[in-house]
């Protein structure tokens, strides 16, 4: 629709552009390839696509680590290319939405080749270097997200520099106008080109204590979380210096001042901090900072009604003006059917996940093959390719199991991904879900998957409404959810639990059951509901 705030309830599709589809056969998925496949991200009723960086990159961190910001990688094509994306998804009435990150370069990038020269050079202040100890350590003890300290020599300079993720990847040294400026330039570029939203790489991360003071060290019962590794020293200390600093909030209201002047344009920031709902909150507040923010809070090993009930709660009661956006899946953690229990291989158990996914308040974001319910993908050591994976193997395995290629047809090479060596292995287990299987399958969760999203968006209550949870049944998540226009109510009900259930509801007399197509519906008799395991149960009532 051309409403303006298209993107409040959206279905935003994020698209792995090294793993959807390879149109020129190089091993290695491309903007062609994903221009082939948007037919088919159409079919699913998405509103918005999310395209993981395509930009010029030497792929250290697989195009988180962007050395010219004005171009495409010629892997994955050029910006004719990408013109053409964009106007073709707009012909179809989908929006694109591209990921910036702004918060570190590619140590490839000019201005990190210039800043490493000397002391004195004109980008010398672009980074943030520090002189070491007098004995020769780093200024404080700072840890980097992909291991070891986030500081790395450099031997011209003398001098160390700030990197939150890998050591390729410098941190820009946000304290200076200079590069907040030339930051935003470079959005803009982008912007004139027609994109219609923004998708924030660790948005958190740009400023940094000019102190450089030492994080605090964390007592031994908050050492876990995020899938980080036990080993990991990240997970040791609060991040409370090197993240979320105040200043951030400054340089996000220069990005939504910029996006107000390009209207219908959105952002979506990453949220990555110690307490990141209350950060959710701060970094929307008003209508002057981000449109939405992306909650890590899903993609958590976590799956309890409690757990996603207080989540939601205690993001709804925190949220003033922002939105929230929810996912359960992306290009960094483990596949949901995987990740939550011994469902492997259940298609209730996804088509469930989706259904509840799309009755939270918020928009939400459906990492490519979650639509098929793809599992973790087992790649062996000798075929890693994540830095991260292979710097804690085996203790973490890095993100490559869910990286790898869209299964598009059982029948051909490689699954029809690409004639040539794919950059990560196909997963034999996946053949029996690709998607011409799962077309030929009346009740695939691909199906499943179409028929919902297309049903909900139809559905004020769903796409708008505000939320309430009901105390129902201990393995049930019961939403309820109202739009306030339309006075439409929606209940639904998701047992996440692979035992059936029954139980007397609280559901009113004149309730009435919407059947969800192809999916693992419960029965009611009375208010008394009988759920199959990993079943659903939706009514509304007038
Ligand atoms: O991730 C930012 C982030 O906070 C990561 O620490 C994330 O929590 C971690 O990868 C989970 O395993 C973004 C991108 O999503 C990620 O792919 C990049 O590697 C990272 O930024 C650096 O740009
Ligand atoms: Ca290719």
């Known amino acids: 629709s051309n409403n303006i705030d298209w993107w409040r309830g959206a279905v935003i599709y994020q698209v792995y552009p090294r793993s959807l589809n390879d149109s020129n056969n190089d ?10 496949k948007l037919d088919y991200i159409s079919s699913l009723g998405v509103d918005a ?11 250290k961190d697989f195009g988180y680590d962007i050395s010219d910001y004005r171009s495409i990688d010629p892997i994955f094509g050029n910006l004719a290319d990408f013109d053409r994306l964009i106007e073709k998804a707009h012909a179809l009435g989908i929006k694109i939405m591209i990921d910036q990150v702004l918060s570190h370069t590619s140590d490839q990038h000019d201005w990190f080749t210039q800043s490493r020269q000397d002391k004195t050079n004109d980008k010398a202040d672009w980074y943030v270097w520090s002189d070491p100890n007098p004995d020769g350590t780093p200024p404080n003890n700072w840890q980097s997200i992909f291991g070891g300290p986030a500081w790395q020599w ?19 040294n946000f304290h200076n106008p200079d ?4 930051v935003l330039d470079n959005v803009e570029f982008w912007l004139k080109r027609g994109v219609d939203g923004l998708r924030l790489d660790a948005i958190t991360f740009c400023f940094h204590d000019q102190a450089l003071r030492d994080n605090p060290a964390k007592p031994e019962n908050e050492r876990a979380g995020r899938g980080f590794s036990e ?16 200043e951030n909030l400054g340089f996000i209201e220069k990005i939504r001042a910029l996006l107000d002047a390009y209207p219908g344009t959105v952002s979506l920031g990453e949220i990555s901090s110690e307490d990141s709902l209350a950060t959710m909150a701060e970094y929307s507040k008003g209508d002057d900072r981000l449109h939405m923010t992306y909650s890590f809070e899903l993609l958590t090993d976590d799956f309890s009604v409690d757990y996603i009930k207080n989540t939601v709660l205690t993001l709804e009661n925190a949220l003033t003006d922002g939105w929230p956006c929810w996912a359960v899946g992306n290009h960094d953690v483990a596949r949901v059917v995987s990740r939550w229990g011994n469902n492997t291989n259940n298609p209730d158990f996804a088509k469930m996940v989706t259904a509840m996914l799309g009755c939270l308040r918020g928009s939400l974001c459906i990492y490519q093959g979650e639509e098929l319910g793809l599992t973790e993908a087992n790649v062996p050591y000798d075929e890693l390719q994540d830095p991260y994976g292979i710097e804690f193997w085996p203790t973490f395995k890095g993100r490559d199991g869910c990286r790898t290629p869209m299964p598009w047809d059982s029948k051909e090479i490689n699954a029809g991904f690409s004639q040539g060596q794919p950059w990560l292995p196909v997963d034999p287990a996946h053949l029996e879900k690709s998607v ?6 009346p009740d695939s969760v691909l199906n499943a998957y179409r028929a919902f999203m297309h049903w909900r968006k139809a559905q004020p209550a769903l796409v708008l409404g505000d939320i309430e949870f009901l105390d129902w049944h201990s393995s049930c998540l019961a939403i ?14 998701f047992n996440l639990s692979s035992n059936p259930v029954t139980f007397v509801s609280g559901l009113a007399e004149d309730a009435q059951q919407i059947k969800l197509e192809l999916h693992n519906n419960g029965e009611i008799n009375g208010q008394e509901l009988t759920i199959p395991a990993f079943g659903v149960f939706f009514s509304t009532f007038q």
């Open 480 to 493: 309820k959810r109202i739009d306030r226009l339309s006075g439409q109510t929606i209940i639904a009900v």
């Open 154 to 172: 450099d031997s011209r300079r003398c001098q160390y520099y700030l990197h939150n993720f890998l050591a390729s990847q410098p941190d820009l």
């Open 27 to 36: 091993g290695i998925g491309d903007i062609a390839g994903i221009i082939e």
């Open 231 to 246: 080993d990991n020293p990240y997970a040791y200390q609060y991040h409370y210096f090197n993240n979320e600093r105040p």
């Open 436 to 441: 011409n299987v799962q077309q030929a399958q």
């Open 179 to 182: 590069v907040q400026q030339a």
């Open 49 to 59: 696509i999310w395209v993981s960086p395509c930009f010029k990159s030497p792929m």
